[in-house]
């Protein structure tokens, strides 16, 4: 068993890369019942701290195994000493480009650039461009994609949605088809220390889980969906 690496990067703060950490490792954990490894390499621990307050919030309940650990350094020897143990390894790079998230850039399979359909965080492609381009020489088997994340639902913000992929083409770097929707359920999960799939049935949101379903299954697994 060698696991499939996905990093969840980039150079700005604020576009939710966290919570699309989280949600991706609760997918493959809860709903392709796979052997995920949690890692936060962000000084800021959001991700670490979800993780222990999903296991003290927990009551009793029978929650699925969630593997997690925080790393400032050494993150490639890290990562490359439990490769074997798990099927998945999520890594949180959080919001900025640091030493830790080029060396993860080395030994990941997947790179995931969660932004808004916003120019402040398309701007931020800018500085990753070079990085990644260079990551991807050294690491060939490297794939990299940009997810629209926090996405206005109203259909008359679909054309912003739709240009914001059109400028991340410019930097070389292909967009998902797969959008992430803003929605309360993302906060209100990180809050309860759970994923939107532990979420008590009457808070849950179907289509927050067909969301990541949708991410997961374009990203990870690499099949065609519609956008």
């Given amino acids: 068993m060698s696991a499939k690496i996905i990093l969840v990067g980039g150079s700005k703060g604020g576009p939710g890369k966290s919570t699309i950490a989280q949600q991706i490792a609760g997918h493959l954990l809860i ?5 995920v490894h949690l890692l936060d390499i962000d000084v800021q621990r959001t991700t670490y701290q979800w993780c222990q307050d999903r296991e003290a919030m927990a009551s ?3 929650l699925a195994k969630l593997s997690y650990h925080y ?5 490639l020897d890290y990562l490359r000493g439990i490769q074997d143990q798990h099927d998945y390894i999520v890594v949180d790079a959080g919001g900025f480009d640091s030493e830790s998230q080029r060396e993860a850039m080395l030994v990941a399979t997947h790179l995931l650039l969660p932004i808004r359909p916003k120019r402040r965080d398309l701007r931020s492609l800018v500085a990753l461009d070079q990085v990644v381009e260079k990551a991807q020489i050294l690491n060939g088997a490297l794939k990299v994609r940009v997810v629209m ?3 206005p639902s109203l259909p008359n913000q679909f054309s912003r949605i739709q240009g914001a992929k059109d400028v991340c ?3 070389g770097m292909t967009a998902l088809d797969t959008n992430i929707y803003a929605r309360n ?3 209100d999960a990180e809050e309860a220390g759970r994923t939107i799939f532990e979420l008590p049935k009457g808070e849950r949101d179907k289509k927050a ?3 990541i379903k949708l991410l997961v299954k374009e990203f990870v697994f690499g099949e065609k969906v519609d956008g």
């Fill in 31 to 35: 709903k392709e019942k796979k052997n």
């Fill in 60 to 62: 009793g309940e029978n």
């Fill in 71 to 75: 790393r400032a350094d050494g993150v």
């Fill in 149 to 151: 994340n926090q996405c």
């Fill in 169 to 171: 083409e410019t930097f």
């Fill in 185 to 187: 359920v993302y906060d």
């Fill in 209 to 211: 889980e067909a969301e």
